[in-house]
């Protein structure tokens, strides 16, 4: 059974936190390599949430926008940053 690979991000925490989607892949390399590549955007601009939980700092929040990521147009961080991950479904026919 073919699988595809969906790439999602994390921000909040608790009851005030999102999950997305931000992209699909039949190719499991391509989706390591777009977490890796979004989760280190992210830690290079200080706003990566780590998978337990610790959060990441954010400079000048709330009063300043943070930066728009090149690899996930639809994410908006909130003070606790943002963390990326992919998991597995089977493809429907």
């Given amino acids: 059974m073919k699988k595809v690979y969906i790439v999602t991000g994390f921000t ?3 009851a005030d936190s999102q ?6 892949y039949l ?5 390591k390599n777009h977490v890796k590549k979004l989760n ?13 939980g610790e959060e990441g700092f ?3 929040w709330p009063y300043e926008s943070p930066p728009k990521c ?3 147009d639809s994410c908006w961080p909130d003070y606790t940053g943002v963390y990326y991950d ?3 479904v ?3 026919q």
């Fill in 12 to 14: 909040g925490e608790y």
């Fill in 19 to 24: 999950n997305w989607i931000v992209k699909a």
């Fill in 27 to 31: 190719d499991e390399k391509k989706a």
């Fill in 40 to 52: 280190s955007w992210y830690m290079k601009n200080k706003m990566h949430q780590d998978q337990e």
């Fill in 58 to 60: 954010m400079p000048g």
């Fill in 70 to 72: 090149p690899y996930d």
């Fill in 86 to 88: 992919y998991f597995e």
């Fill in 90 to 92: 089977e493809l429907g």
